[in-house]
């Protein structure tokens, strides 16, 4: 049973337009959560990170918003660019667990 | 650094035989992850190390899998024997600790593409 949930397995976005893409859970014990993005024919690179005490962080272009009510976060990018275009892995784990569980990603086309 | 080094970075094998995927992890990490991509269930987490110890290996599918640190720099996963099943891409990834904190996080290989004929 998968903890971690991307329940779209693609998007397609313009150039200049928001991406958001989004991750449920369903462990009330996670508490940090990490986007990682990964190019084809490469191991997915660390993107940004948020813990529970806070329900917004930002990195630049990139914010990550959670709701822990919801035990939903999402990803947002904006304005989005070409080179966004990748596969996003959202993971959730908590301090005791000592790993993480990973959504199946969702694929992301910024179109120029 | 290099970064994490996996090899072969492609593997086409016909079932039944036996494959290792090697790792070699950054120097100084002392947690080695090995993880598992397929289409329909994403990243799993197979098995991860800390200081050579395998921790948790509860995510190895079954007995056919294995997995070895003999020293820092260097792990194995094997299949024995394969099957068709196994089809997908191995990452390995290293640590310097869980990855829990705000400033660290697990670094990933390009990954080995694994197909069974």
């Known amino acids: 049973d998968q903890q971690v949930k991307q329940n779209s397995p693609s998007l397609s976005v313009q150039e200049g337009r928001i991406s958001i893409l989004n991750c449920d859970y369903t462990?009330?014990?996670?508490?940090?959560f990490l986007w990682y993005k990964k190019y084809p024919a490469e191991g997915p690179t660390f993107l940004i990170s948020?813990?529970?005490?806070?329900d917004k962080n930002e990195d630049g272009r990139f914010t990550v918003f959670l709701n822990k009510s919801a035990k939903h976060l999402s990803l947002h990018i904006v304005p989005s660019q070409p080179g966004d275009s990748a596969v996003y892995f959202c993971?959730?784990?908590?301090?005791?667990?000592?790993?993480?569980?990973f959504g199946s990603g969702t694929k992301l086309n910024v179109k120029p | 650094d290099a970064g994490v080094i996996q090899s072969p970075r492609h593997e086409v094998t016909e079932m039944g035989q036996e494959v290792t995927l090697r790792c070699k992890p950054i120097?100084?990490?002392?947690?080695l992850f090995w993880y598992r991509q397929t289409m329909m269930r994403g990243l799993e987490l197979l098995i991860y190390?800390?200081?050579?110890?395998?921790?948790?290996d509860s995510g190895m599918p079954e007995d056919r899998f294995s997995a070895k640190m003999p020293n820092a720099s260097f792990s194995t996963l094997k299949i024995q024997p394969s099957e068709p099943r196994d089809s997908a891409v191995y990452f390995c990834?290293?640590?310097?600790?869980?990855?829990?904190?705000?400033?660290?996080?697990?670094?990933f290989g390009p990954g080995t593409r694994l197909t069974v004929l």
């Open positions: 990834a290293s640590s310097p600790s869980p990855g829990l904190g705000l400033t660290d996080t697990q670094y």
């Open positions: 462990n009330s014990m996670f508490d940090y």
């Open positions: 948020i813990s529970s005490i806070k």
């Open positions: 993971a959730a784990s908590a301090k005791n667990f000592n790993k993480f569980y």
């Open positions: 120097s100084g990490h002392d947690y």
């Open positions: 190390f800390n200081n050579n110890v395998p921790i948790d």
